[in-house]
């Protein structure tokens, strides 16, 4: 019954990342019909390149015994293929700071990611301890994962306005987090359960925030709009208070 559940809560967490990893298609579809980045951050795709990356050979029989984390492996195997799609369009559109920006993030991720490969490889000679080194490598990147959103928090903050933080990437950030916390409990494995345990309280407090300024638009606009109409009103010398 509990590998049956754990399986289960496996394929929800597969599901929910992969909304999470295929949510900025979105983004990038406005990015290529501007061709232009806008205010959006690279960061979180590059982050979730080497969090991709790491868990994908943690999901492998080398690091793994046999294949006891498959979802795993497929998911991030998928993501891998599609964050990359999203650095490469970032690149392409982003000005000449911007591209420097996405160089100096993503060639140390290649070049870490390949050490972690060649050491648990070839240094280390057993499964328990190439899980310890992969997945405590992965557990930064997973909590940098989880909180890049955070990222744009800024932004919102200093100019009231969502616009450039995504909402269904903060929510699905949630939503993956706390299910692969729960598949990493069931699975007794606290690698894979540890850093969702600090990604699911980040991405509450990232929904929080969206909702916080999204609302305050909203009233913002309606405040604009009332005012407008009375502005109009006196225009055509009429009383406001008038109905």
């Known amino acids: 019954m509990e590998e049956k559940l754990r399986l289960a809560v496996g394929v929800m967490g597969n599901a929910s990342s992969m909304l999470l990893y295929t949510t900025p298609i979105l983004t ?6 501007k061709q232009n980045v806008e205010g959006f951050s690279c960061v979180p ?26 979802p795993v492996v497929t998911i991030n ?22 591209k420097k920006k996405v160089a100096i993030l993503v060639v140390p991720i290649i070049l870490i990611s390949s050490l972690i490969v060649l050491i648990s490889t070839f240094a280390i000679h057993d499964h328990h301890n190439r899980k310890s080194l992969v997945g405590s490598v992965g557990l930064v990147a997973s909590i940098a994962m989880y909180g890049s959103p955070l990222v744009a928090v800024k932004q919102v903050i200093k100019t009231k306005s969502v616009e450039f ?28 359960a540890a850093p969702n345990l600090v990604g699911s309280p980040l991405g509450i407090m990232q929904l929080v925030v969206y909702c916080m300024y999204k609302w305050k638009k909203v009233d913002n606009e309606k405040w604009d709009v009332e005012k407008n109409e009375q502005e109009k009103k006196m225009e055509m010398g009429v009383d406001p208070a008038q109905n």
């Open 28 to 33: 990038f579809w406005r990015v290529i019909r």
């Open 77 to 98: 195997g998928l993501g891998i293929l599609l964050e990359l799609s999203f650095i490469v369009i970032y690149f392409h559109y982003a000005p000449p700071n911007g």
């Open 165 to 192: 933080m995504p909402f269904y990437l903060s929510f699905f950030s949630f939503l993956a987090s706390s299910l692969w916390m729960a598949y990493g409990l069931l699975s007794h494995d606290l690698i894979l």
């Open 45 to 70: 795709y590059c982050v979730a390149l080497f969090n991709c990356c790491l868990y994908t050979w943690y999901g492998l029989p080398i690091v793994s015994c046999n294949w006891e984390n498959f």
